[in-house]
């Protein structure tokens, strides 16, 4: 996966994980009403390509289709197809409904256009917010339609999974799925830190290099935009326990965990210990420490800035325009910057 299929690392994110068949199979055996998932061959899922989203939303909303084979009135076999959409925002979206109404609308009419008769559709929402959801799941909630003139009126509802309300041991058995799924759910809680081994865990079992490089490079970009308070160190370490060699070098996972603070403060607690130890008193190596470690939070910051500039796509502040700038300076700027990205994802 190169940089380029990173725009916006919420979506990219998603998209990864549930482009998997695997993934999204055991996402519809574990969610899904059980009478629903009796009517599908679950062999026959296919993720298709179209999206229905309007282009300039795309940063901000997700939607992946699959198509699967759906067993018909008198075990005749006609063509149905699953939508899932990601609803990813940090709190639920009042007009929900009405979005998976209008992607509905669309499919239907292409497939008119292409010559195909409408099929049954089937929306799964995918919510990761801090608080239970609390949108309408339906028309008739959203719309507020009087009891006399409902049988005249459309009639729609959706499931919403929630991931903050279900345990942990019950989001997936599939090793791929519970990890993605627990991602979704702890990445903008602080205790993102303490889970993020046992999250990363699961994925030992993959056996393919490839998959796994791919995710780490799309887990470690999503990190940065969703959980501001995670030190990139924290992640760096967790990873390098578990895939010391499953980075892809040169990816922007690669200088995320490479560029940062923490090489910075590794730098100037080094240049201070040298320091101290030339001058040969105790004085002089604490001192010569403290304004290594400052001289490094400076280079840290700076790196950081650069890092983050990059993954933006804008113009790289040059070095020595960044070094006469306070360390408070350094520190709103690259707060800024990863606003900017979290903005991506509303």
Not at 94 to 105: A, P
Not at 115 to 142: K, M
Not at 205 to 210: F, G, Q, S, V
Request: aromatic share 6%.
């Amino acid at each position: 996966m190169d940089d380029s299929q990173l725009p916006a690392p919420h979506n990219n994110f998603f998209q990864f994980a549930f482009s998997h068949v695997s993934a999204v199979r055991s996402l519809v055996q574990t969610h899904l009403p059980t009478q629903i998932v009796q009517l599908l061959d679950l062999n026959s899922f296919e993720l298709q390509k179209d999206s229905f989203v309007d282009n300039h939303l795309r940063d901000s909303y997700s939607d992946l289709l699959y198509s699967v084979l759906l067993a018909g009135k008198e075990g005749a076999i006609c063509q149905g197809q699953l939508y899932v959409l990601l609803e990813h925002k940090s709190h639920p979206d009042q007009m929900t409904c009405f979005q998976l109404v209008r992607y509905i609308v669309r499919i239907w009419e292409q497939r008119q256009r292409n010559g195909q008769v409408l099929c049954p559709i089937i929306p799964l929402v995918l919510y990761h917010g801090e608080s239970e959801w609390s949108a309408p799941r339906s028309l008739d909630e959203l719309i507020g339609t009087p009891d006399a003139i409902l049988q005249y009126g459309l009639r729609f509802a959706f499931p919403v999974l929630d991931l903050g309300q279900i345990p942990d041991e019950d989001l997936a058995q599939d090793p791929f799925l519970q990890s993605a799924l627990s991602l979704l759910k702890y990445s903008r809680r602080v205790e993102i830190e303490n889970r993020l081994e046992a999250i990363l865990r699961g994925l030992l079992e993959l056996k393919t290099d490839r998959i796994l490089k791919d995710y780490l490079n799309a887990i470690v970009t999503y990190l940065l935009a969703t959980s501001p308070s995670l030190q990139m160190e924290s992640v760096s370490m967790t990873i390098d326990k578990l895939f010391p060699t499953q980075i892809e070098p040169g990816s922007i996972a690669d200088r995320l965990l490479k560029k940062g603070r923490e090489e910075g403060r590794e730098e100037g607690r080094e240049e201070g210990r040298e320091e101290g130890r030339e001058e040969g008193r105790e004085e002089g190596r604490e001192e010569g420490r403290e304004e290594g470690r400052d001289q490094g939070l400076l280079e840290g910051e700076i790196k950081l800035i650069r890092t983050l500039q990059e993954i933006l796509g804008m113009g790289v502040t040059d070095v020595s325009n960044l070094q006469g700038r306070s360390l408070e300076q350094l520190q709103k700027l690259a707060l800024e910057l990863r606003k900017q990205i979290q903005n991506r994802t509303p």
